[in-house]
């Protein structure tokens, strides 16, 4: 009963290759998010929709571009990838109002050679 | 904007050792307050929130209180396992977007 579902877990890929990951919630919540956490650990939101609606566009570059289908999925395509674009990302989801916390994904770590 | 600000890891605990993981933040507003705690290789578990001001927070022998005349929410064990050793991440959530805040993260290293 995975909450929140990430996939692939791992990616290994060459530069200037398009990949995407796809995320999916069973818990029913209106708002999903991805993340970007560094090799320091550091976290930082990219995006996040609600309802399908893009309501958090932080500074990304635009190869990284998020499609939600539907208000369970959040998929997260990244074209001509880049050295530094390797990362963990997180999928998260939570309901609007602010006391609630976010459930999050189990990560994709990407890895890009 | 918000932002919150955590001290700096690794901090290194013998098992049973008191834990104090400082945390403060600065926001518009009333933002809630959480902890959260990855374990290697993990995603992010909330471990505990705290919603207004006085609030405790409380979950697996952890705690911690919002304090709005400090702008601090300090995370505190009165004795940890080998098995707490992960980065714990302080946040707030408001304003906005409601989106979540993080700080920088602090890795707990717990040793036998």
Partial sequence: DTAVSQTPKYLVTQMGNDKSIKCEQNLGHDTMYWYKQDSKKFLKIMFSYNNKELIINETVPNRFSPKSPDKAHLNLHINSLELGDSAVYFCASSQAAPHYGYTFGSGTRLTVV | ?112
């Fill in chain 2, 1 to 112: 904007g918000n932002s919150v600000t955590q001290m700096e890891g690794p901090v290194t605990l013998s098992e049973e050792a008191f834990l104090t993981i400082n945390c403060t933040y600065t926001a518009t507003g009333y933002p809630s307050l959480f902890w959260y705690v990855q374990y290697p290789g993990e995603g992010l578990q909330l471990l505990l929130k705290a919603t207004k001001a006085d609030d405790k927070g409380s979950n697996k022998g952890f705690e911690a209180t919002y304090r709005k005349e400090t702008t601090s929410f300090h995370l505190e064990k009165g004795s940890v396992q080998v098995s707490d050793s992960a980065v714990y991440f302080c946040a707030l959530r408001a304003g906005g977007g409601n989106k979540l805040t993080f700080g920088t993260g602090t890795q707990l290293k717990v040793e036998l």
